[in-house]
């Protein structure tokens, strides 16, 4: 039977912690717009905050659809599910916000991720999530599934771009600086990196 709490804390924040994996669901507020789900996962990359927020690093990659639809309408869902032990899922429904490079408040939301190299992985922003509705339900129909280790081809391929050649390949991606829907995606060129 599925419970909602009111904070992200005891079990429930030592189980989300434990995950190696979660999903991020976004969505433009027009009906018809395109839907995304997206996994993360890189070790390090995401922190709980305090007993309401949340955050993880947004890397560089193809698209930047949750940062448009975050941008315009900060509607987000994060959900762990347990590959391993007790069956859970668990959802965190909330207000979702790019910090972007150049934010006065990013050294200090980077300095929660102490065990990662934002240089490896090109970092674009911090998305900071502050829970609205945080429930959990059973996982029975999730199967038993073994994490062996993050991938490295992610650090790998950006680890050898500086800022202006990560803006350069962003800049001929077509849905880095507007989503899908045409809606603004991530800001470019980026500011430089302070890390």
């Not at 869902?77 to 909330?94: D, E, K, S, Y």
């Not at 929660?112 to 429930?135: E, K, M, N």
């Not at 999730?142 to 500086?162: I, K, N």
């Amino acid at each position: 039977m599925g419970k909602t709490y009111a904070r992200i804390d005891g079990r429930l924040r030592t189980f989300i912690e434990q995950q190696p994996m979660f999903f991020t669901a976004t969505a433009p507020l027009t009906g018809d717009g395109t839907v995304n789900l997206s996994p993360k996962g890189l070790k390090g990359s995401f922190v709980v905050l305090d007993e309401e927020r949340v955050a993880y690093l947004d890397f560089a990659g193809s698209t930047a659809e949750t940062v448009a639809h975050l941008r315009e309408n900060g509607r987000i869902t994060l959900m762990w599910c347990a590959f391993q032990g007790p069956p859970n899922i668990v959802r965190v429904h909330g207000k979702g916000e790019p910090v972007f490079r150049d934010d006065p408040r990013f050294p200090e939301l980077l300095a929660h991720f102490p065990d990662i190299d934002p240089a490896l992985h090109g970092l674009r922003a911090i998305i900071v999530v502050t829970a609205g509705l945080i429930r959990d339900s059973c996982g029975y129909g999730v199967p038993f599934m073994s994490y062996d280790e993050d991938r490295d081809l992610h650090g790998r391929r950006f680890a050898r771009e500086d800022d202006a050649s990560l803006s350069a390949y962003f800049a001929k991606k077509e849905h880095i600086a507007q989503s899908i829907d045409g809606l603004p995606g991530l800001p470019l060129p980026l500011p430089p990196a302070a890390f």
